[in-house]
């Protein structure tokens, strides 16, 4: 490392410093250099505050709490489609490759069940896997064919938009893009095509943050927006039921999909199914190409379910709060605010009732572990840039994401996934909420001495 250390002050820097040729592009020599060791840059006058944790170190540890989430992300897609594949075989589907789905007579592909796989199945046979649910190598490495393209689009994209408005600015680049850009992967279906993730981060990058000033000055969460973006933009890959389970030619809606289309007066049955004495399923559950699936509120919390890549499982998602709490780093607060607004929420509409929408059935504790909801409220709505930053203002913060979250998916089944609106909506509204905070602190302080 002393020999890098070297290498890297005495043959790379000069060309970088200040007069030398290659001065106007030291934000790119900066990048890796403050990323491989600790800055030797100290601050300077009379008054500043010192602690053992600064912005990289900071995303370092989201990076971190993020690789549940992650690593379960890869897992789940590739058990998601080969699940598929493999009732759809058993129901009579054919899955062919795409040269043998060539060979199909067009004639004869609206009345035979064909199922057909890509690119990424190409791979997984080229090196040897097959696509058996039951393996864990199998599920794993097909999932990651999907996340990793995707991730890399991600970063190398809005990574360098990132960079041009430092090198343009004369800034340092910070880490925050680390962040940004394994967050919006996870929100995302395996589906998407690639050119839309390129045009979905650049717009989250320079729309939500770098319009603004870059890092630190944007008021919106960068990723949301991108993924808002998406949602608006190119809402048939993004909220169909095609794109959630990545195989070509099956379906079948979400858990909240179903409820959304669901009729009023049957409760959950629409995701859980009603069985007979015998355990056969008399009615409800979901409607899929090979069948009608089940869920039960442990698969969903536990993440064994279609939807956004990253957003399935909310143990995982547990335990990254488990690490952004310890670390400092995430506030409990907006977590719990959340929380205590979705479940007081979801009690209201479930009293007030409804025979006009189904989603007014859903018990509270399913709003917990459907959609992107612990995703949003551990890693979205905690984003310290574009949250409120008092500690009553948090709780404020928190409770708001909540209700709205839980208000569009109840009355509004266009849009039975809130959580995006709801925090996109709250981040508007952190700094409103922050000053009457203060407001009022400066108000009863005033009282108070007024009165001694």
Known sequence: MKALREFLDQKVEPWFKKGSPLAMLHPMYEAPDTFLYTPGHVAKGSTHVRDNIDLKRMMIMVVVALIPCTLFAMWNTGY?????????????????????????????????????????????????????????????????????????????????????????????????????????????????????VAIGIAFGVIVGKEVFGGTGRNFLNPALTARAFLYFAYAGEISGDKV?????????????????????????????GEFDAAGELVAGGIATSWGTQTLTWWDCFLGTIQGSMGETSALACLIGAAILIAAGIGSWRIMAGTVVGAVATAALMNAIGSDKYAMFEMPPMWHLVVGGFAFGAVFMATDPVSAAMTNTGRWIYGVLIGFMTI???????????????????????APLIDYYVAQANIKRRVARYATS
């Open 244 to 272: 959630w389970t990545a195989v070509d030619g099956f379906s079948g809606a979400t858990s909240l999909g179903a409820m959304a289309s669901a009729v009023p007066g049957a409760g959950m049955a629409p995701v859980t």
């Open 80 to 196: 998601q489609a080969n699940l598929a594949m493999a009732k759809m075989e058993s129901a009579g589907y054919e899955i062919l490759t795409p040269a043998e789905y060539e060979l199909v007579p067009k004639t004869e592909i609206p009345l035979r069940k064909l199922a057909k796989t890509d690119w990424h199945y190409t791979i997984q046979s080229a090196i040897g896997l097959g696509r058996d649910p039951g393996s864990f190598v199998d599920n794993f490495v097909f999932g990651a064919l999907h996340f990793l393209p995707i991730y890399i689009v991600c970063m190398f994209v809005g990574g360098h938009i990132e960079a041009l408005f430092c090198v343009v600015r004369g800034h340092e680049i910070n880490e925050g893009f680390l962040v940004t850009g394994l967050l919006f992967p996870l929100t995302l279906p395996p589906t998407i095509p690639l050119w839309q």
């Open 407 to 429: 208000l569009v998916r109840v009355v509004n089944p266009a849009y039975p996934e809130g959580i995006m609106l709801a925090i996109l909506f709250a981040n508007v509204f």
